[in-house]
């Protein structure tokens, strides 16, 4: 049997070599048809000037590796896309995007399988590094030393085929694959991928001169140019934003003098280099040449597959007792596997306790065989809106035919409050098992977001009820591997407004090679994420949302001191240079969506934390509209000096700030009745929206949001179906 999976698998793994091979070819055509070959081109100032006349209310002009000159308008018309002739700025024709192309490189880069196609894309260039590399070695051993690698041989059939074909594409399927890894590397966060980034600087209040009278700018040749971002008219304060092959920087536009600038860095110019060989982009020739050779990759797989055959001559994490002699049996429904951790757990904590316990998928459900059971538990997570998850669609079923044990149930639900069904796979059991007759030991549980504090209560009320003294059972929850952080800062606001807050600033920890592949813990994470950490005196985790992503390049978190809270108050006594350990989990129902749609962000307290570390990266400067609800100024607000900026560079559109203790108090739901006919609006134009803060907090918004937009004939809830309204409370 396991011959037959292993061979099958090697199927499985050359067919993968093959699409990836197949599609780099067709993918190396497209920059030989697409690519701008013109020679004279316009400097960087009579391009702009040039631009504006055959595209009023231009705002950004950017060059393709390709050399296609594209412009880019949003005003009156709105957005407009075009193309424009590199040597005279005339306008060619809309921007176009062919769909055949976007399909191969979709299926080139991570076999339309998102993450995951990323990450077994990259394995498979691995492969092909390690198959030409070793290859290579085994002809040389075959032809008599690496000198001889090039000598002819006399081998035929396909071994001969197969030492011929590779000899010949060896150095091309090197160049390709090793680039194919440093991409995937980079696309995975753990090679950088710097993008040189210049000093705001202080603009001059004179009047603006034309483009093509700006020195800075006619010094730049065209053939160098990567793209320029104008001054948005009407606006104080704005420079030119010009980079080029050979850095960045900001033009004034009244005096033409390169206020600021940043020298492309030589890691830069690598993965220049690393781009353009395995894509082609810039060299369209070399690229087609390597495109030419993938092609092997298909004779290479079949005849080695042939030289082969012409050769050939669980989840469960604890010791689990039988279902028949267990005291306590544990039946589980996980879509992704999160909520056995959680029945692990609970596991140790029985054997801990001296008794035995049995752990089964809830399809494993056999009541008949369950014999010495003391007590029956279910943890049950909801998938989609109310589902069974996959391990327990046939738990219904099974219970509606069977006789009910005479053994107490406990049922345990898993889910995300944020979703109008939280739990609600969970209540169905209960439900279900009710009208059978089966006994609930205790009222249904539910665990919001994978909460360990919340497992923690229900573990004392389980135990309370069974008798069975398993102590706190969210210690025995499996964690991560934790890192050490080092506090670098540390910004205390609001302790005039007995509301004491604190932004901490932590250094980025060392990441392990394992967690940089497989993109975990620190290796990738982003705003909205959880940073976990045990205060001293308790061993239950406390998760805060994160401020800042792996890009940023340090570990931050807003945390509110709680009178009394444990952990609140040691982190908010941290000094510089003080240590903790913490690891993060991710919480990708906040993150902000990839599409370029509009945000509307809406905060209290410390809730602006991972909503000023969204701010922060939005890089793309998508419009993003910020209400921010404190109680004074007395003492500062956080972020204050930090949203002035991201407003003048653009990733900010927006704040409005509504203070519950001035002397017009309001509290943020109100700001946003106030703003009914923009967000009402901005629902139209399919807009996001984002909460984060106290729970009640998070209620007050929702009521309002409901009536802003009820005019519209919309909820609340159909936002949430259609991924456009994420909550994080706590």
């Known amino acids: 049997m396991f011959r037959v999976l292993h061979r099958w698998a090697g199927v499985v793994a050359a067919l993968l070599l093959v699409i990836v091979s197949l599609t780099g070819f067709i993918l190396s055509i497209f920059p030989l048809i697409t690519a701008d070959r013109t020679a004279a081109r316009l400097d960087a100032g009579s391009l702009i000037v040039a631009v504006q006349d055959t595209l009023p209310g231009v705002q950004q002009i950017n060059v393709s590796d390709n050399g296609v000159v594209t412009a880019t308008a949003f005003g009156a018309d709105g957005l407009q896309q075009i193309v424009v002739d590199a040597a005279t700025g005339a306008r060619l024709g809309p921007v176009t995007t062919s769909g055949l192309e976007l399909w191969f490189e979709n299926l080139h880069r991570n076999l339309f399988l998102s993450d995951t196609g990323q990450m077994a894309v990259l394995i498979a260039s691995v492969a092909m590094v390690a198959l030409t590399i070793s290859g290579l070695a085994l002809a040389a051993r075959r032809l008599g030393g690496w000198r001889k690698l090039l000598s002819r041989d006399h081998g035929n059939g396909a071994g001969g085929l197969h030492l011929k074909v590779a000899r010949i594409a060896a150095v091309g399927l090197i160049i390709s694959s090793l680039t194919g890894v440093w991409m995937g590397l980079a696309t995975l966060g753990v090679v950088p991928d710097p993008s040189p980034l210049a000093d705001m600087p202080t603009v001059s209040v004179e009047a603006a001169l034309p483009a093509n009278e700006l020195a800075a700018l006619t010094a730049i040749d065209g053939a160098e140019l990567r793209s320029i971002t104008l001054p948005v008219d009407g606006l104080s304060g704005q420079a030119y934003e010009v980079e080029t092959d050979a850095g960045a920087g900001f033009v004034d536009p009244a005096t033409g003098e390169m206020l600021t600038w940043t020298d492309r860095s030589g890691w830069s110019k690598v993965m220049d280099v690393v781009h353009l060989l395995h894509t082609g982009q810039g060299a369209s020739l070399l690229g087609l040449i390597l495109g030419l050779m993938s092609l092997a990759v298909p004779v290479l797989s079949g005849s080695g597959l042939l030289v082969w055959l012409a050769g050939r001559g669980k989840n469960i994490k604890v010791a689990n007792a039988n279902a028949a002699s267990a005291d306590v049996v544990v039946l589980v429904g996980s879509e992704g596997g999160s909520t056995w951790r959680f029945a692990n757990a609970l596991a140790r904590s029985v054997q801990n306790a001296g008794l035995t316990a049995h752990l089964a998928p809830m399809n494993d459900f056999a009541p008949t065989t369950y014999h010495a059971a003391k007590s029956i538990v279910v943890f049950a997570a909801t998938y989609g809106d109310g589902d069974a998850p996959e391990s327990a669609k046939d738990f219904i079923a099974k219970l509606m035919a069977a006789e009910a044990p005479k053994v107490p149930l406990s049922v345990l639900g898993f889910g995300d409050s944020s979703y109008p069904e939280f739990c609600g796979f969970a209540d169905e059991v209960a439900r279900e098992a009710q009208a059978k007759d089966w006994s609930l030991l205790i009222e249904t549980g539910k665990i919001d977001r994978q909460s360990t504090g919340e497992f923690s209560n229900w573990g004392f009320a389980y135990a309370a009820a069974s008798g069975i003294d398993l102590g706190d059972v969210a210690t025995a929850l ?203 609006n901005l629902v139209q134009q399919g807009a996001h929206f984002m909460i984060c803060g106290g729970r009640d907090m998070g209620d007050g918004v929702r009521a309002a949001l409901e009536e802003i937009i009820a005019p519209l004939g919309m909820s609340v809830n159909q936002l949430e179906k259609e991924g456009r309204y994420a909550v994080d409370v706590f």
């Open 478 to 680: 499996e964690r991560p591997e934790m890192a050490e952080l080092t506090l670098v800062s540390k910004s205390l606001y609001g302790e005039g407004a007995q509301a004491p807050t604190a932004v901490l600033r932590f250094a980025m920890p060392t990441v392990s090679l394992m967690d940089r592949l497989l993109g975990r813990n620190f290796a990738k994470f982003q705003a909205g994420d959880l940073l976990n950490l045990i205060p001293d005196g308790d061993d239950s985790p406390r998760s805060y949302s994160l401020a800042s992503g792996t890009k940023d390049g340090f570990v931050e978190i807003c945390v509110r001191k709680v009178p009394g809270g444990l952990a609140s108050t040691q982190l908010c006594s941290m000094e510089r240079g003080d240590k903790l350990l913490a690891y993060v989990t991710p919480n990708a129902h906040f993150h902000a969506p990839k599409d370029a749609s509009s945000l509307v962000l809406i905060g209290a307290g410390a809730g602006i934390g991972s909503l000023a570390g969204i701010v922060r990266g939005n890089r793309r400067k998508r419009p993003a509209h910020l209400f921010f609800g404190m109680r004074s100024r007395s003492g500062g607000l956080p972020y204050e000096a930090e949203f002035e900026q991201w407003q003048g560079d653009g990733r900010l559109s927006e704040l409005t700030i509504a203070l519950s203790r001035s002397d017009t108090p309001r509290y943020v739901q109100q700001a946003l009745m106030e703003e009914a006919a923009k967000l009402r």
